[in-house]
């Protein structure tokens, strides 16, 4: 079974500054993905960025980067310039392979951005 | 259309009685998905469908009953809840690709409460 650990139950910044929350997760799978998801208090939760674990490259969007270490199993996600927006609870998922697959969460990361 | 639309928004029910939850996409995604997510505490899977046949049941009890009556459309039916039952339930959808994955679309969820 995977599992997915998220060591950091809170973290706290000033707007602006970068963030890295930490994300490890355990499989004997050569073929998933890895996702974080954002939940902001409106409840809805939305993907930030995702990760091919057979792509070498780490995944980036706008502010949003992972630090995707395979042999590490570990999937950071770096947020640059944070915004008051960004306050949400950040999930780290793991899934394997293709085709309609149960998606394991870790147990979060609040995260608050303070003006 | 990139969106999956949950309803109700809110819903309380006593014990004895019969509700449903309903969820809808209209992205052409051919597997649909239920979790239940409990407060401060990150999604736990309870029902997959595969091109409308249920693929995966995380052993939920039989009070929940999922349909999926076409690729559209998703419902729960929900009978003689007990108030641990009480949750916010997310609906999501999924391409099934056979040589990637995206990933899950999630709705904004159903807050039920149980007296």
């Known amino acids: 079974a995977q599992t997915v650990t998220q060591s950091q139950p809170e973290m706290s910044v000033q707007e602006a500054e970068t963030v890295t929350l930490s994300c490890t997760y355990d499989?004997?799978?050569?073929?998933?993905?890895l996702f974080w998801y954002k939940q902001p208090p409106s409840r809805q939760m939305i993907l930030v960025i995702r990760?091919?674990?057979?792509?070498?490259q780490n995944a980036t969007e706008n502010r949003f980067s992972v630090n995707f270490q395979k042999a590490a199993k570990s999937f950071s996600l770096k947020i640059s310039d944070s915004q008051l927006g960004d306050t949400a609870m950040y999930f780290c998922a793991f899934m394997k392979g293709q085709g309609a697959q149960k998606l394991v969460f870790g147990q979060g990361t609040r995260l608050t951005i303070n003006p | 259309d990139t969106e999956v639309t949950q309803t109700p928004k809110h819903l309380v029910m006593g014990m004895t009685n019969k509700k449903s939850l309903k969820c809808e996409q209209h992205m052409g995604h051919r597997a649909m998905y239920w979790y239940k997510q409990k407060a401060k505490k990150p999604p736990e899977l309870m029902f997959v469908y595969s091109y409308e046949k249920l693929s995966i049941n995380e052993s939920v009890p039989s009070r929940f009953s999922p349909e999926c009556p076409n690729s559209s459309l998703l419902n729960l039916h929900l009978h003689a809840l007990q108030p641990e039952d009480s949750a916010l339930y997310l609906c999501a959808s999924s391409q099934l690709l056979t040589t990637v994955n995206y990933g899950y679309t999630f709705g904004s969820g159903t807050r039920l409460t149980v007296v």
């Open positions: 499989t004997s799978e050569s073929n998933y993905y």
């Open positions: 990760q091919e674990a057979y792509k070498q």
